[in-house]
């Protein structure tokens, strides 16, 4: 499995999973940038001692590893991160876009509009950022990983609150599966994970903190980070779950539905074949996949290609 010798950028490394990720990376040889604005969980910056902890830990086993500071839901800030990292290694091979936060409480029958809006800029624009930051370099050289970090909150806890931070995963979700059916013809391969793992933001109540600080060790989540990181890596625009020694695909299915009596009275009555049973589940490999299902079942019609129109490029 080869990411000797690739550079790799790991945003939020400053502690938790992302410093799994950074230390899996560079004891597989890999030249690792640390970066960890050193912020607090509701979104205010700190300073880059945290990133430096890690990198310098990097480096006393063996590694090769920088240390960077900036804050990736500022543009020009994660333009200097990806500059630095080409002044110092020259290229960009992998980028890990696990920065985030969980935001400060908020209800959801009292919203506070800004802590929601601090959870998108670092979780999902911050990532958004540096993915722009490298394309240009990686589309260059016909080479590059990108693995974004989502979360199994975007299933749904039910626990009410401003689901900020679940809104910010799905969102996470929704772009990898997107960006990455289109990155592979660049030769990019972009995926996510939704990691369960021991850190401090499963430590913010006590239900989680019992369940990941006993099942889910923080370490376990970083080998299938790494797979994805690597040469042979064989997918784009994929999510997985991953910890406590196990990976496997997450995605969207849908169901052949109810196509008579299509009214409202007409889809109570038959809830059941609106709801579907698991038995029935088709899981569409793009937009158009799902547009040719749908219009399937409901007319009988084939949907032809459509260029441009959810048309998967090879992987190879």
Not at 29 to 40: F, I, Q
Not at 43 to 57: F, I, K, L, M, N
Not at 60 to 85: F, N, W
Request: glycine share 12%; charged share 20%; net charge neutral.
């Amino acid at each position: 499995m080869s990411v000797k010798g690739r550079v790799a950028i790991v945003t939020g490394s400053g502690g938790g999973l992302g410093r799994e990720y950074a230390l899996l990376l560079a004891s597989q040889g890999a030249k690792v940038v640390v970066n960890d604005y050193g912020g607090t969980l509701e979104g205010q910056a700190g300073s880059a001692t945290r990133a430096q902890t890690v990198a310098d830990e990097i480096i006393k086993a063996g590694g090769v590893a920088i240390a960077d500071g900036h804050d990736v839901s500022v543009k020009a800030d994660a333009i200097k991160i990806v500059e630095r990292t080409m002044a110092e290694f020259k290229r960009v091979d992998i980028l890990i876009n696990n920065a985030g936060i969980s935001g400060k409480p908020s209800s959801h029958a009292d919203l506070d509009g800004a802590a929601f809006m601090r959870v998108l800029e670092i979780g999902v624009l911050g990532s958004q950022y540096m993915t722009s930051a490298v394309w240009n370099i990686m589309e260059k050289q016909r080479y590059g990983r990108i693995v974004n970090i989502s979360s199994d909150a975007i299933i749904g806890f039910g626990a009410g609150g401003d689901c900020a931070y679940a809104a910010s995963k799905g969102a996470t979700f929704a772009i990898t599966r997107d960006i990455g059916r289109f990155s592979v013809s660049r030769g990019i391969k972009i995926n996510a994970i939704l990691p369960s793992g021991s850190s401090r933001m499963g430590d913010l109540s006590e239900a989680t903190k019992m369940i990941t600080r006993t099942y889910f060790e923080a370490s376990k989540c970083a080998p299938m980070v790494v797979a994805l990181c690597s040469e042979e890596c064989p997918v784009s625009g994929e999510c997985f779950t991953s910890g406590a020694d196990r990976a496997a695909r997450i995605t969207l299915a849908t169901f052949p539905g109810h196509t008579r009596e299509s009214t409202a009275q007409g889809f109570l009555d038959n809830w059941s074949e609106v709801f579907g049973e698991m038995k029935d589940a088709y899981v569409p490999t793009s937009t158009l996949d799902h547009v040719r299902y749908a219009v399937k079942h409901a007319s009988g019609l084939d949907v032809p290609d459509i260029e441009g129109f959810g048309i998967i490029p090879s992987a190879s």
